[in-house]
C-alpha cells in the first residue's frame, strides 16, 4: 500500500487557473516538501514544513502556496497557472524535523500539464 | 551554493554487467550524500546514503556507493544488474549543518539494462 498519496496523479488545466495537488503521507513522519520535476531542469526543492510549520521556502513566486491543516497533509495550491508549471511535483516526507539525514520518501507524483 | 553534477546522462549495459553511475559534488561545508531510483512513473525511492565513516556505504539490492573526498565524488556501483533496474538515478547532497533541510539533486541518469 503506498504510504504517500498524492492526488490527482495527472491533471490538465487550462492558463490562468487555479489547481490543488493534495498530499497525505501515512508514515508518521513530522517533515513533509514538494519537489518539482520538469523537463527543463532537475528534481527541484519547492518547500519543506515541519509540525505544519513552513521551514523553507525556495520558490520565487508567491503562485505557490503549501497548505498544511494536519501533521500528515500538505498540499499545494497553484493559482493563476502558466504553460510552464508544467512539471510533475512530488510531495515527500522525512522522520523527524531534519531532512539532514538525506532519506526521503516521495509519493507517486502528480502530472500537470497547463495548456 | 551546493552544486550536484551526474556527467552521464545515459548509461547502457547488458544484464549481469557491473556497472558505475558518477556523482560529483561541490560543497563546503559537512554534507549528506544519498543516491535515489526513479522508474518511469513513480516516484524516487531512496538506495542508500552517506555522511561519515566507511567510505563504502551498502544500499538496497546490491548496490553500492563510495565517497572521495579527494574528488568530490560520490559513484554509484552495483556487480551484476538485472534488467529491472533499469531506471533512473539521481544523486543528491544536502548540508548537514542546521536549518539546511533541503536535497540539491543531480540531473539524473538513465540506465538501460539489455536482458
Known amino acids: 500500500d503506498p504510504k504517500i498519496i498524492q492526488k490527482p496523479k495527472y491533471l490538465v488545466a487550462v492558463t490562468g487557473s487555479e489547481k490543488i495537488l493534495i498530499c497525505e503521507q501515512y508514515l508518521g513522519h513530522n517533515a513533509m516538501y514538494w519537489y518539482r520535476q520538469s523537463a527543463k531542469k532537475p528534481l527541484e526543492f519547492m518547500f519543506s514544513?515541519?509540525?505544519?510549520?513552513?521551514?523553507d521556502n525556495q520558490t520565487a513566486s508567491s503562485r505557490f502556496q503549501p497548505q498544511s491543516s494536519k501533521k500528515n497533509h500538505l498540499d499545494l495550491q497553484i493559482t493563476a497557472l502558466k504553460p510552464d508549471d508544467s512539471a510533475t511535483y512530488f510531495c515527500a516526507s522525512s522522520q523527524g524535523t531534519n531532512a539532514n539525514t538525506g532519506q526521503l520518501y516521495f509519493g507517486e507524483g502528480s502530472k500537470l500539464t497547463v495548456l | 551554493t551546493q552544486t550536484v553534477s551526474q556527467s552521464d546522462a545515459h548509461v547502457t549495459v547488458f544484464e549481469g554487467d557491473s556497472v558505475e553511475l558518477r556523482c560529483n559534488y561541490s560543497?563546503?561545508?559537512?554534507?549528506?550524500l544519498s543516491w535515489y531510483i526513479q522508474h518511469h512513473g513513480h516516484g524516487l525511492q531512496f538506495l542508500l546514503k552517506?555522511?561519515?565513516?566507511?567510505?563504502v556505504v551498502q544500499g538496497v539490492n546490491g548496490f553500492e556507493a563510495e565517497f572521495s573526498k579527494s574528488d568530490s565524488s560520490f559513484h554509484l556501483r552495483k556487480a551484476s544488474v538485472h534488467w529491472s533496474d533499469s531506471a533512473v538515478y539521481f544523486c543528491a547532497v544536502s548540508s548537514a549543518t542546521g536549518g539546511n533541510n533541503k536535497l540539491t539533486f543531480g540531473q539524473g541518469t538513465v540506465l538501460s539494462v539489455i536482458p
Open positions: 552517506y555522511y561519515s565513516g566507511n567510505p
Open positions: 514544513y515541519s509540525y505544519q510549520k513552513l521551514m
Open positions: 560543497y563546503g561545508g559537512s554534507i549528506y
